[in-house]
C-alpha cells in the first residue's frame, strides 16, 4: 500500500531543493532566457558538485548502494519537481543531470558506472527520419576488430553541445528492427562525432538542443550499454528491447515531475497576483458560493493535484521493485497535458500581466509546451497505456 506521507529524509531533500530554486534558479531565470544557449551558466558548476558529493561515499566513490535504496526515485522527484519551479531550462543544464546519465546507471557495467556515471552524459535517439517510433532508427553500428564504427545524424538531442558524452542509440542490423538497437557511449569530442547545430528554441532556452553526425565515428568494444547479442527470437527481442527503454520507466515520471513544478509556480504566481486583487482561493466555499475565478484556480489545483499523485504511484512502483511502465506512461501523459494547461490558463486569467515579461507566467507557458513532447509525445504515452490495458504488442497496436 502506498504510503502518502513522506519520509522525513525526502522532505528535507524538498526543501533542500526548493532553496535551490529559489535562491539560485530563479533569480538568474529571465537572465539565461534571454541570452540562450550563448552561454554556459556558471553559476550552475557549484551546484553540480554539491550534487556530486551528495551521490558519493566517504571516500569520493560511488556509493553502490544508491542504485538500489529504497526512495531513489522518489528523491528524483521531489527534487525535479521542487527545482523547475524555479526553473527548467536551467535544471536540464546542471552538469552531469543528463538522460544519458540515467541509462548507465540502469544497464552499464560497474566500469561504466564509475567512469561515466560521474560525468555528463546526454542521450541521442531522434532522427530525422526516426522520431516518437524508436524502432525505426536507422543510424548504424558496426563491429570493426575492437572498435565500434557509428554512422548516422541524431536531432534534438538535448546536452549535446555541452556534455562529456553522448549515449547513442544505434542499430547492428536494421532489417532485425528492435531486437537490433543497442545504446553506445561515445564520448563528446570523439574524432567522428560532430556538433551540426544548436536548435533556437520556444521555450527551455537556456537548455541546449544539438544536431549531432556521426561519420566513421570509431569507438571501444567495451563502449556499448548491455550485450552486443542479437535476439533469435520474438520473446528475446522483446526483452533486449525492453531492456535498452527500462531507462525511460525510470525517467517518464522525473519529466512528469518537471510538468509538477512548471504548473505549481504558475498557480502560485496566478494567486500571489490575484490575492492583491482580494480574491483568495482556500477552498472554504461550497462551488456556487465562489467566483468564477475562484472555481477555475480551484480546478487547476484539483488537476495539478491528480498529475501528482500519479507521479508518486509511478515512482513508489519503481522504486518497491514493481513494474510500472504503464504507470510512468500515465503520469507523464496526464502531467504534461496539464502542465499545458494551467500555465496557458495562467496566462490567461492575468490578462497583460500574464503575457508581459513583468512576471515569469509566460515563461513558464513557453517552457511547459516541451515537457509534453520529450521522451515520449502525448500521444505515443497513450498508446503505450492502451497497449498494457488491452494486453497488445506494438504490431498489433500502432
Known amino acids: ?55 558519493r561515499g566517504p571516500k569520493g566513490k560511488a556509493d553502490a548502494s544508491d542504485e538500489i535504496r529504497n526512495g531513489a526515485n522518489m528523491m528524483g522527484i521531489m527534487g525535479v519537481e521542487a527545482m523547475c519551479w524555479g526553473d527548467v531550462g536551467l535544471m536540464l543544464s546542471i552538469p552531469g543531470s543528463g538522460l544519458g546519465n540515467a541509462a548507465v546507471m540502469a544497464v552499464g557495467t560497474p566500469e561504466q558506472k564509475e567512469k561515466y556515471g560521474k560525468l555528463y552524459c546526454a542521450m541521442a535517439i531522434t532522427e530525422p527520419g526516426a522520431g516518437s517510433d524508436s524502432a525505426a532508427i536507422s543510424t548504424s553500428a558496426r563491429l570493426d576488430g575492437n572498435e565500434w564504427v557509428l554512422n548516422g545524424e541524431k536531432i534534438y538531442c538535448t546536452g549535446g553541445q555541452r556534455c562529456d558524452a553522448v549515449v547513442v542509440w544505434a542499430t547492428l542490423d536494421k532489417k532485425m528492427g528492435k531486437a537490433a538497437i543497442k545504446s553506445f557511449i561515445v564520448p563528446r569530442d570523439n574524432p567522428g562525432m560532430s556538433l551540426v547545430r544548436v536548435e533556437d528554441k520556444m521555450g527551455l532556452r537556456v537548455s541546449d538542443t544539438a544536431a549531432l553526425s556521426l561519420n566513421e565515428c570509431r569507438i571501444p568494444k567495451d ?31 522525473q519529466v512528469a515531475a ?8 504558475a498557480l502560485e504566481i496566478t494567486k500571489e497576483i490575484y490575492e492583491k486583487e482580494g480574491v483568495v482561493a482556500d477552498f ?21 493535484e491528480a498529475a501528482r499523485l500519479m507521479t508518486l504511484k509511478a515512482a513508489w512502483m519503481a522504486d518497491n521493485g514493481q513494474p510500472n511502465s504503464r504507470e510512468a506512461s500515465m503520469c507523464k501523459a496526464k502531467a504534461g497535458r496539464m502542465g499545458n494547461e494551467v500555465t496557458l490558463k495562467c496566462v490567461a486569467l492575468c490578462g497583460e500581466l500574464g503575457y508581459s515579461e513583468r512576471t515569469l507566467l509566460e515563461k513558464l507557458a513557453r517552457d511547459s509546451k516541451i515537457i509534453d513532447i520529450f521522451e515520449g509525445t502525448q500521444q505515443i504515452q497513450q498508446l503505450i497505456v492502451a497497449r498494457h490495458l488491452l494486453g497488445l504488442s506494438s504490431k498489433e497496436l500502432k
Open 258 to 265: 518537471m510538468a509538477l513544478g512548471v504548473a505549481r509556480a
Open 223 to 253: 563502449h556499448i550499454l548491455g550485450s552486443a547479442d542479437i535476439a533469435d527470437s520474438e520473446e528475446a527481442r522483446k526483452k533486449a528491447f525492453g531492456g535498452v527503454m527500462q531507462t525511460f520507466d525510470n525517467t517518464r515520471p
Open 284 to 304: 472554504s466555499k461550497l462551488p456556487y458560493n465562489s467566483s468564477a475565478r475562484e472555481l477555475e484556480l480551484y480546478r487547476l489545483e484539483a488537476d495539478l
Open 1 to 55: 500500500m502506498i504510503n502518502l506521507e513522506l519520509p522525513q529524509k525526502l522532505v528535507q531533500v524538498q526543501q533542500m531543493a526548493q532553496q535551490l530554486a529559489s535562491g539560485v534558479f530563479r533569480p538568474i531565470s529571465r537572465k539565461y532566457d534571454a541570452i540562450e544557449h550563448c552561454e554556459t551558466p556558471e553559476e550552475l558548476k557549484p551546484v553540480a558538485q554539491m550534487m556530486a558529493s551528495m551521490g
